[in-house]
Protein backbone atom coordinates (compact mmCIF):
# COMPACT_ATOMS: atom_id res chain seq x y z
CA UNK A 1 0.00 0.00 0.00
CA UNK A 2 1.44 3.74 -0.71
CA UNK A 3 3.17 5.21 2.11
CA UNK A 4 3.83 9.04 2.96
CA UNK A 5 5.57 8.05 6.07
CA UNK A 6 9.29 9.23 6.01
CA UNK A 7 11.53 6.51 5.88
CA UNK A 8 13.56 8.21 8.56
CA UNK A 9 10.62 8.16 10.60
CA UNK A 10 8.98 4.87 10.27
CA UNK A 11 9.51 2.32 12.96
CA UNK A 12 9.97 -0.94 11.28
CA UNK A 13 12.80 0.40 8.89
CA UNK A 14 14.75 -0.19 12.02
CA UNK A 15 16.38 -2.90 13.30
CA UNK A 16 17.08 -3.79 16.74
CA UNK A 17 19.74 -2.23 17.55
CA UNK A 18 18.53 1.11 16.62
CA UNK A 19 15.59 0.57 18.58
CA UNK A 20 17.76 0.01 21.64
CA UNK A 21 19.35 2.73 21.29
CA UNK A 22 16.96 5.09 21.13
CA UNK A 23 15.89 7.21 23.90
CA UNK A 24 13.36 5.48 25.86
CA UNK A 25 12.10 8.01 28.11
CA UNK A 26 11.42 10.81 25.79
CA UNK A 27 10.84 8.78 22.01
CA UNK A 28 7.05 9.15 20.97
CA UNK A 29 5.85 6.26 18.93
CA UNK A 30 2.31 6.52 17.24
CA UNK A 31 0.05 3.65 16.67
CA UNK A 32 -1.91 4.35 13.58
CA UNK A 33 -5.30 2.29 13.59
CA UNK A 34 -7.80 2.74 10.69
CA UNK A 35 -10.22 0.37 8.47
CA UNK A 36 -10.57 -1.56 5.16
CA UNK A 37 -14.29 -0.89 4.67
CA UNK A 38 -16.77 0.37 1.54
CA UNK A 39 -16.66 3.49 1.16
CA UNK A 40 -19.79 4.34 -1.50
CA UNK A 41 -19.05 3.58 -5.68
CA UNK A 42 -16.44 6.24 -5.48
CA UNK A 43 -13.39 5.64 -3.26
CA UNK A 44 -11.20 2.78 -2.65
CA UNK A 45 -11.66 0.42 0.44
CA UNK A 46 -8.63 1.13 2.04
CA UNK A 47 -9.61 4.97 1.91
CA UNK A 48 -9.46 5.32 6.40
CA UNK A 49 -6.22 3.73 6.18
CA UNK A 50 -4.56 6.02 3.19
CA UNK A 51 -5.94 9.18 5.22
CA UNK A 52 -4.03 8.10 7.71
CA UNK A 53 -0.84 7.36 6.22
CA UNK A 54 -1.02 10.57 4.12
CA UNK A 55 -1.81 13.05 7.12
CA UNK A 56 0.83 11.09 9.46
CA UNK A 57 3.68 10.95 6.91
CA UNK A 58 3.13 15.04 5.53
CA UNK A 59 2.65 16.13 9.41
CA UNK A 60 6.12 13.60 10.12
CA UNK A 61 7.85 16.12 7.79
CA UNK A 62 7.15 19.02 9.44
CA UNK A 63 8.23 18.24 12.84
CA UNK A 64 12.11 18.94 13.81
CA UNK A 65 14.57 16.42 12.25
CA UNK A 66 15.99 15.66 15.46
CA UNK A 67 12.53 14.53 17.14
CA UNK A 68 12.53 11.34 18.49
CA UNK A 69 9.21 10.58 16.92
CA UNK A 70 8.35 7.28 14.95
CA UNK A 71 5.27 5.40 13.15
CA UNK A 72 4.71 1.90 13.97
CA UNK A 73 2.79 0.45 10.75
CA UNK A 74 -0.49 0.60 10.90
CA UNK A 75 -3.46 -1.39 12.28
CA UNK A 76 -6.02 -1.12 8.94
CA UNK A 77 -8.45 -3.47 10.12
CA UNK A 78 -10.93 -2.00 12.22
CA UNK A 79 -14.37 -2.40 14.00
CA UNK A 80 -16.52 -1.96 10.88
CA UNK A 81 -19.64 -3.83 11.27
CA UNK A 82 -21.38 -0.75 10.58
CA UNK A 83 -20.82 -1.38 6.71
CA UNK A 84 -21.30 -5.53 7.02
CA UNK A 85 -23.88 -6.04 3.88
CA UNK A 86 -21.52 -4.08 1.64
CA UNK A 87 -19.12 -6.36 0.04
CA UNK A 88 -15.58 -5.73 0.56
CA UNK A 89 -15.40 -4.46 4.53
CA UNK A 90 -12.80 -6.51 6.17
CA UNK A 91 -14.25 -5.69 9.82
CA UNK A 92 -13.32 -7.23 13.39
CA UNK A 93 -14.95 -7.19 16.52
CA UNK A 94 -14.23 -4.55 19.54
CA UNK A 95 -12.97 -8.01 21.68
CA UNK A 96 -10.34 -8.80 18.72
CA UNK A 97 -9.19 -4.53 18.22
CA UNK A 98 -8.91 -4.37 21.58
CA UNK A 99 -6.75 -7.23 22.25
CA UNK A 100 -4.54 -6.35 19.19
CA UNK A 101 -3.90 -3.00 20.67
CA UNK A 102 -3.17 -4.43 24.12
CA UNK A 103 -1.08 -6.85 22.77
CA UNK A 104 0.80 -4.10 20.62
CA UNK A 105 0.62 -2.03 23.90
CA UNK A 106 2.44 -4.83 25.79
CA UNK A 107 5.16 -5.50 23.60
CA UNK A 108 5.86 -1.30 23.48
CA UNK A 109 6.18 -1.17 27.10
CA UNK A 110 8.04 -4.25 27.47
CA UNK A 111 10.87 -2.49 24.98
CA UNK A 112 11.04 0.08 27.06
CA UNK A 113 9.13 2.73 25.94
CA UNK A 114 7.01 4.88 27.96
CA UNK A 115 5.41 6.88 25.74
CA UNK A 116 2.83 6.04 22.71
CA UNK A 117 0.19 8.09 20.58
CA UNK A 118 -2.86 6.16 19.12
CA UNK A 119 -3.64 8.19 15.32
CA UNK A 120 -7.02 7.17 14.82
CA UNK A 121 -9.19 7.68 11.31
CA UNK A 122 -12.38 5.29 11.62
CA UNK A 123 -15.02 6.33 13.52
CA UNK A 124 -15.72 2.81 14.45
CA UNK A 125 -13.18 2.14 15.98
CA UNK A 126 -12.98 5.82 18.04
CA UNK A 127 -15.04 4.79 21.68
CA UNK A 128 -12.38 1.44 21.78
CA UNK A 129 -9.44 3.21 21.12
CA UNK A 130 -10.29 5.83 24.20
CA UNK A 131 -10.84 2.40 26.44
CA UNK A 132 -8.01 1.31 25.12
CA UNK A 133 -5.97 4.04 26.27
CA UNK A 134 -6.73 4.15 29.77
CA UNK A 135 -6.17 0.77 29.47
CA UNK A 136 -2.99 1.01 28.13
CA UNK A 137 -2.19 3.21 30.85
CA UNK A 138 -3.32 2.14 33.73
CA UNK A 139 -1.72 -1.54 33.36
CA UNK A 140 1.60 -0.60 31.79
CA UNK A 141 2.02 2.68 32.88
CA UNK A 142 2.70 4.32 29.23
CA UNK A 143 1.88 7.85 29.09
CA UNK A 144 -0.65 7.29 26.10
CA UNK A 145 -2.51 10.09 23.99
CA UNK A 146 -5.35 9.90 21.37
CA UNK A 147 -5.29 11.56 18.41
CA UNK A 148 -8.03 11.61 15.38
CA UNK A 149 -8.73 12.42 12.17
CA UNK A 150 -7.96 16.26 11.14
CA UNK A 151 -7.05 17.00 15.15
CA UNK A 152 -9.70 19.68 14.59
CA UNK A 153 -8.60 21.25 11.44
CA UNK A 154 -11.06 23.67 9.94
CA UNK A 155 -11.77 22.41 6.73
CA UNK A 156 -12.20 26.15 5.21
CA UNK A 157 -14.87 26.77 2.63
CA UNK A 158 -16.78 23.60 3.79
CA UNK A 159 -20.53 24.06 4.67
CA UNK A 160 -22.13 23.36 7.95
CA UNK A 161 -23.83 20.58 6.93
CA UNK A 162 -20.87 18.49 5.02
CA UNK A 163 -19.18 19.59 7.93
CA UNK A 164 -21.26 17.59 10.38
CA UNK A 165 -22.93 15.14 8.55
CA UNK A 166 -20.63 14.51 5.68
CA UNK A 167 -18.28 12.15 7.63
CA UNK A 168 -17.79 9.02 5.34
CA UNK A 169 -16.65 9.11 1.37
CA UNK A 170 -18.18 12.49 1.09
CA UNK A 171 -16.60 15.83 0.33
CA UNK A 172 -13.55 15.67 2.69
CA UNK A 173 -12.19 11.93 1.88
CA UNK A 174 -13.01 12.65 -1.57
CA UNK A 175 -10.97 15.66 -1.49
CA UNK A 176 -8.23 14.48 -0.26
CA UNK A 177 -7.73 11.59 -2.38
CA UNK A 178 -8.30 13.43 -5.57
CA UNK A 179 -5.01 15.43 -4.18
CA UNK A 180 -3.09 12.33 -3.16
CA UNK A 181 -4.40 9.18 -5.44
CA UNK A 182 -6.43 10.51 -7.62
CA UNK A 183 -6.57 7.37 -9.87
CA UNK A 184 -8.20 5.69 -6.82
CA UNK A 185 -11.10 8.15 -7.19
CA UNK A 186 -13.84 7.25 -9.46
CA UNK A 187 -15.61 10.91 -10.07
CA UNK A 188 -18.19 9.61 -12.71
CA UNK A 189 -19.75 7.67 -9.57
CA UNK A 190 -20.77 10.23 -6.73
CA UNK A 191 -24.03 9.65 -5.23
CA UNK A 192 -24.94 12.06 -2.02
CA UNK A 193 -26.90 10.80 1.40
CA UNK A 194 -27.08 12.43 4.69
CA UNK A 195 -27.79 10.61 7.73
CA UNK A 196 -29.03 13.85 9.30
CA UNK A 197 -29.97 17.70 8.60
CA UNK A 198 -28.74 20.50 10.25
CA UNK A 199 -31.56 22.59 9.31
CA UNK A 200 -34.40 20.23 11.24
CA UNK A 201 -32.74 19.22 13.82
CA UNK A 202 -34.36 16.07 16.11
CA UNK A 203 -34.32 14.93 19.36
CA UNK A 204 -32.51 11.85 18.17
CA UNK A 205 -29.14 11.97 16.31
CA UNK A 206 -26.66 9.97 15.22
CA UNK A 207 -23.43 11.44 16.72
CA UNK A 208 -22.79 13.89 18.66
CA UNK A 209 -25.69 14.49 20.90
CA UNK A 210 -27.23 13.62 24.62
CA UNK A 211 -30.03 11.15 22.78
CA UNK A 212 -28.78 9.24 19.63
CA UNK A 213 -30.14 5.63 18.09
CA UNK A 214 -27.72 3.23 16.87
CA UNK A 215 -27.45 2.81 12.69
CA UNK A 216 -25.93 0.34 10.06
CA UNK A 217 -25.13 1.90 6.67
CA UNK A 218 -27.17 -0.10 4.70
CA UNK A 219 -30.58 1.30 6.87
CA UNK A 220 -30.10 4.73 5.68
CA UNK A 221 -27.43 4.99 2.29
CA UNK A 222 -27.71 1.88 -0.10
CA UNK A 223 -24.73 3.35 -2.04
CA UNK A 224 -22.62 3.10 1.42
CA UNK A 225 -21.83 7.29 1.50
CA UNK A 226 -23.05 9.49 4.04
CA UNK A 227 -22.22 12.76 2.28
CA UNK A 228 -22.09 14.24 -0.59
CA UNK A 229 -18.66 14.14 -2.80
CA UNK A 230 -19.73 16.43 -5.84
CA UNK A 231 -18.44 19.27 -5.12
CA UNK A 232 -14.60 17.50 -4.10
CA UNK A 233 -11.64 18.77 -5.80
CA UNK A 234 -7.91 17.98 -5.63
CA UNK A 235 -7.42 21.89 -4.58
CA UNK A 236 -9.26 21.96 -1.95
CA UNK A 237 -7.60 18.42 -0.58
CA UNK A 238 -4.27 20.15 -0.81
CA UNK A 239 -5.56 23.16 1.29
CA UNK A 240 -7.48 20.67 3.87
CA UNK A 241 -4.40 18.72 4.36
CA UNK A 242 -1.77 21.44 4.83
CA UNK A 243 -4.50 22.55 7.23
CA UNK A 244 -4.87 19.18 8.66
CA UNK A 245 -1.23 18.61 8.83
CA UNK A 246 -0.60 21.52 10.34
CA UNK A 247 -2.87 20.53 13.35
CA UNK A 248 -1.52 17.21 13.85
CA UNK A 249 2.09 18.22 13.83
CA UNK A 250 1.43 20.49 16.67
CA UNK A 251 -0.27 17.81 18.37
CA UNK A 252 2.76 15.09 18.37
CA UNK A 253 5.09 17.97 19.49
CA UNK A 254 3.06 18.72 22.36
CA UNK A 255 2.71 14.77 23.36
CA UNK A 256 6.39 14.18 22.91
CA UNK A 257 7.10 17.52 25.56
CA UNK A 258 4.58 16.51 27.33
CA UNK A 259 5.24 14.99 31.06
CA UNK A 260 3.25 13.93 33.86
CA UNK A 261 3.09 16.70 36.56
CA UNK A 262 0.92 14.27 38.89
CA UNK A 263 2.43 14.48 42.70
CA UNK A 264 1.91 11.40 44.46
Not at 174 to 179: G, W
Not at 182 to 209: G, K, M
Not at 233 to 242: C, D, N, P, Q, S
Request: with cysteine.
Amino acid sequence: MQTWIPASRNFAYLNWKQVEALPKDHTLLILPTAAIEQHGHHLPLATDTLINNLLLGKSLEKLPNDAPIYALPPVCYGKSNEHIGFPGTLSVSASTFMAVIRDLGSSIASAGFKKLALYNTHGGNSSLVDVMARDLRAEFNLRVFCLYGSAGASFTGLNKQEKTYGFHAGEIETSLLLASTPSLVDTTAYTTNYIADIEHPELLLPENASATFAWLTRDIAPSGVMGDPTHSTAEKGELWIEEATTKIAAALEAMLKYENHQKL
